[in-house]
């Protein structure tokens, strides 16, 4: 008898242990983010990563989603695409997450679809642009314009804008580089402009001078460079120490007040594009989002914190609606239309690609403005 009271008495500690982690569990709602946290690109996915946490500690303010909290699991894939198939796993098999911010990039993005696909897990890109990922995967969606749009708005702004005949191509020989550069190549071609030359250099490089100086040897009226802030900055400042005067053409890489700051006089004049997102936008959503963050984080918010703000709030706004499966989170973000966001009016089509219009930007007396034709 007393044996078996013991037994009941274990089985009921072992059952209110259980219940106990049961109710700790369900008071969170997990959620996984794949992101460059270190290696050569880890400014961005650091910038990244607060854009997130400020959306989590907004929503979680408000007494999270349904009176459960928010938790973000976050997996350092340092911009390597191994790296990321590897998370994108470990937080399907492990942690049975259904939807993830991540694939950062374009190189991260396009290994990873293939494995959330098979999982009907949601890849969420706050960045990746490849043209090839448009209906990779009905679980895969990004909140940034594809190449496509991109590459090609700047081809037509420098033949039928800039009014340009002649342009070099320098470009980052990766997924990203090579889709740009391609899209810009063809529309400037239609638009009646020539290409120079088409130079390509590896991530990382450091030295460019060898490309631009047949590039110089060409005299083209602009260089086209897509690429990321440091060897943007290295090609901006060897191209002054050439003296290749030849106008810098580029993509949202360049919207990065280290330009600035880096490159200084060599980076004025550039025009490049970049989304709407605009720190000094009066919209109160904007001008609520900017004091925050200045408040968490001690500075202005750019667009990489700007576009991964708006993500989590994109999944946050299909979980308020009751979706917990990936199928369910799937199904509400390709119903968004005109949400408004920080980094401008976000609907998807049938691809998973964002419907937001770019800009086009200038360097002026060392500060980021908006390109005004004639005013240059």
Request: proline content about 5%.
């Amino acid at each position: 008898m007393k044996r078996t009271l013991c037994w009941m008495l274990i089985l009921g500690i072992v059952i209110s242990i259980g219940m106990l982690g049961c109710a700790k569990e369900e008071k969170e709602i997990k959620i996984g983010a794949i992101l460059p946290l270190t290696g050569d690109i880890a400014v961005y996915g650091q910038k990244m990563k607060n854009g997130i946490d400020l959306a989590v500690k907004h929503i979680n303010s408000k007494d999270g989603i349904d009176g459960k909290q928010i938790k973000v699991l976050y997996e350092d894939d340092q911009g390597e695409p191994k790296a990321s198939v590897a998370a994108v796993q470990k937080l399907i098999a492990i942690e049975k997450i259904p939807v993830i911010i991540g694939g950062a990039i374009s190189a991260t993005a396009l290994p990873s679809v293939p494995i959330v696909d098979k999982n009907k897990v949601v890849l969420f890109s706050p960045a990746a642009t490849a043209p090839n990922l448009s209906g990779m995967s009905p679980y895969f969606f990004r909140n940034w314009p594809s190449d496509i749009y991109d590459g090609s708005a700047m081809g037509e702004f420098a033949a039928n804008k800039l009014g340009l005949k002649k342009v070099g191509v320098l470009y980052v020989n990766n997924e990203w580089g090579i889709a740009i550069s391609k899209v810009f190549i063809q529309t400037f071609k239609k638009h009646g402009g020539e290409i120079s030359t088409k130079e390509n250099y590896e991530q990382n490089t450091t030295d460019f001078r060898a490309q631009l100086t047949k590039i110089k040897s060409l005299a083209p009226e602009a260089i086209y460079v897509p690429g990321y802030l440091k060897e943007l900055i290295n090609i901006l400042k060897q191209k002054t120490e050439l003296g290749v005067k030849s106008t810098t053409l580029s993509a949202y890489g360049f919207y990065d007040p280290k330009i600035l700051e880096q490159a200084k006089d060599a980076a004025e004049g550039a025009i490049f594009t970049a989304p709407t997102y605009d720190p000094n936008n009066p919209n109160p959503v904007v001008k609520n989002y900017v004091r925050a963050f200045q408040l968490e984080y001690g500075e202005k918010p750019d667009i990489w914190s700007a576009q991964a703000y708006d993500a989590m709030n994109i999944v946050a706004l299909a979980l308020e609606k009751g979706a917990k499966t990936g199928p369910e989170i799937r199904d509400e973000i390709a119903m968004v239309r005109n949400f408004q966001g920080v980094s401008g009016n976000t609907s998807f089509d049938q691809k998973g690609d964002v419907q937001k219009p770019l800009r086009f930007m200038t360097v002026r007396n060392g500060e980021f403005i908006n390109y005004v034709s004639g005013g240059n």
